[in-house]
């Protein structure tokens, strides 16, 4: 694989969760919030990077995979009984129809061009009822140019999107909306596979 085509959390991945803890991104305590694990539950974590959030997680679930498609990245995620990391792409997922109990999408979705693609691969490997957790930037909010810019400049292209367009993707592939909350540019949403 030449320089080029490696993927470009390749590049970063050494300094990924310093500059996430900085600038406050992974919020935890929400997704535990808003999710509610029961401690019986088998969870997938696309695009999940170095697995600080499955590390985190794993405590309340029965089992947590990591997929993402760069292996640098999943070269951080510490494997551990019940906690699986796995190089692979998101949109085609090596997983089962109806494997998982809930799906983590924590700031991936504009970071995937065929966004209409990754929620129906969501879909899939969720099981009816099944609980889809995600968290992204407002395009519509005035500070997500500015930081776009600087976003694309160390990991690549990055396609975001308004809230509106966002929620109407989730409704149209098959989702219903349980919890939101937004905190300035951000959003996080609880969606059940219907």
Request: with cysteine.
């Amino acid at each position: 694989m030449s320089k080029q085509e490696r993927p470009a959390f390749d590049r970063i991945h050494w300094l990924y969760n310093a500059y996430m803890l900085i600038t406050n991104r992974y919020k935890i305590d929400t997704i535990t919030d808003m999710v509610g694990f029961k401690g019986d539950e088998k969870v997938v974590d696309i695009g999940g990077g170095t697995g600080y959030v499955a590390r985190h997680i794993a405590p309340l679930c029965r089992e947590v995979y990591i997929i993402d498609q760069s292996p640098l990245m999943l070269g951080h995620a510490e494997e551990s009984l019940g906690m699986r990391a796995i190089a692979g792409d998101a949109l085609a997922t090596p997983f089962e129809d109806d494997e998982f109990d809930v799906a983590l999408l924590t700031d991936v979705l504009h970071h995937i061009k065929d966004q209409p693609k990754l929620v129906k691969e969501a879909h899939r490997i969720l099981k009816t009822g099944g609980r889809l957790y995600i968290h992204d930037s407002d395009a519509s909010h005035w500070q997500v140019p500015i930081a776009s810019f600087f976003e694309e400049i160390f990991a690549g292209k990055v396609y975001k999107q308004t809230l509106e367009y966002a929620e109407e993707l989730f409704r149209s592939t098959g989702f219903e909306q349980l919890k939101k909350r937004i905190r300035g540019k951000q959003y996080f949403i609880l969606w059940r596979k219907k």
